[in-house]
């Protein structure tokens, strides 16, 4: 049995187009993504699917800085004040405190927006729109709902959160991501009575956010499977050599990936990672849960196929540990339901 918490607030975060690829394309990260999933997991019947309590923001300050969230909870105010464009669906900064050192840029939080918009983003792939931060909140009281029920004792729990949110930062934006959903997650779980909690993150990109956000902290283990950084966005995180810092030594594990990865090769590393967290002695596990390691997701480059969901998914079930499993990205939408489904029958079978 595996419940899901599911809020129909995803919707209200409903981007029209995003910068790749140099250009302004149709954006991937949408609405029906998370319908797909939805209506996957209510017909395999694995469990009741529940909304998310009220947003405990004393959390969510643990691993985000007030004033970034408080940039995200105002922003569409802001823009309105500033005599914007009410009617536009998309926004994007395009200014960044970045380069340079003390005789260059200066990392400074302006009076306008824009600069505003800089300081707290790190790329322009990520559309803001009037819903945002609706959505990202309640993705947000997503994952910490399925926490506080594994904290209680559930053996574990699917958030099936949108907008997704491993590469949100401390204090900015990128990646799709606003509010790094499987960092609050695992201070929910940390705030619930467990010692230690291990983040595994198989989304196809680093998790960049969520790497930042626990580098320097020995309570928290952040492993990722991804592509190899050399290659892929987010390109200046992910590299082998990030292993922590201070307390934090030795809690950062990357293993990066090359490009057309496929089931074989893949399943090796995951099984290194697993490996190592039952080293570190997890009390619980939260699995930043990407579909787009799909061999036909648009913008990725690993190979597993639809079977190789089922063998992923067993092999995080028999980690045997407290699990809450949070949904990332996977752009592939009319597969994801297959996706999704195989991975989490996977895991219950394997228990
Ligand atoms: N040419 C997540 O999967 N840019 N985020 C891709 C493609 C950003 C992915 C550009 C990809 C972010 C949660
Ligand atoms: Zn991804």
Request: glycine letters at 10%; proline letters at 6%.
């Amino acid at each position: 049995m595996m419940r899901t918490v599911f809020s129909p607030d995803h919707s209200l975060h409903d981007p029209q187009v995003e910068m790749a690829d140099g250009k302004l394309v149709p954006a991937v990260e949408i609405p029906r993504r998370a319908q797909m999933v939805l209506e996957a997991v209510r017909e395999a019947k694995f469990g009741d699917i529940i909304a998310p309590d009220g947003l405990d923001l004393g959390c969510i300050e643990q691993v985000h800085s007030p004033d970034y969230v408080q940039f995200l909870e105002s922003f569409w105010q802001r823009w309105l004040e500033a005599g914007r464009d009410a009617d536009v669906t998309d926004t994007f900064p395009f200014i960044w405190p970045a380069q340079g050192g003390p005789s260059g840029l200066r990392k400074i939080r302006t009076r306008h927006l824009d600069g505003l918009m800089g300081y707290y983003s790190f790329d322009a792939g990520t559309p803001m729109g009037p819903g945002t931060w609706a959505a990202a909140s309640a993705s947000a009281s997503v994952a910490q709902t399925a926490a506080r029920m594994v904290a209680g004792g559930e053996r574990q729990a699917f958030a099936l959160c949108r907008p997704p949110g491993h590469h949100a930062m401390p204090d900015a934006y990128g990646g799709y991501c606003f509010l790094n959903n499987a960092a609050i997650a695992a201070q929910t779980l940390r705030n619930g009575g467990a010692q230690k909690v291990a983040v595994l993150d198989v989304d196809y990109h680093h998790g960049n956010g969520t790497q930042a956000i626990f580098y320097d902290r020995d309570d928290v283990f952040f492993v990722s499977l991804h592509a190899d950084p050399m290659d892929e966005y987010p390109y200046f995180l992910g590299h082998g050599d990030e292993t922590g810092a201070g307390a934090g030594q030795g809690f950062n594990l990357n293993l990066p990936l090359p490009p057309g990865t496929r089931w074989e090769d893949y399943a090796q590393a995951l099984a290194s990672a697993l490996a190592r967290i039952e080293a570190f002695g997890a009390d619980a596990l939260v699995i930043s849960l990407g579909l787009d390691i799909y061999e036909r997701d648009p913008i990725s480059q690993f190979k597993l196929t639809h079977d190789d969901f089922t063998g992923l998914g067993a092999m995080l079930g028999a980690a045997n540990l407290p699990t809450v499993v949070v949904f990332e990205g996977g752009y592939a939408v009319d597969a994801l339901a297959v996706n999704a489904v195989n991975t989490l029958t996977g895991f219950l079978d394997n228990r």
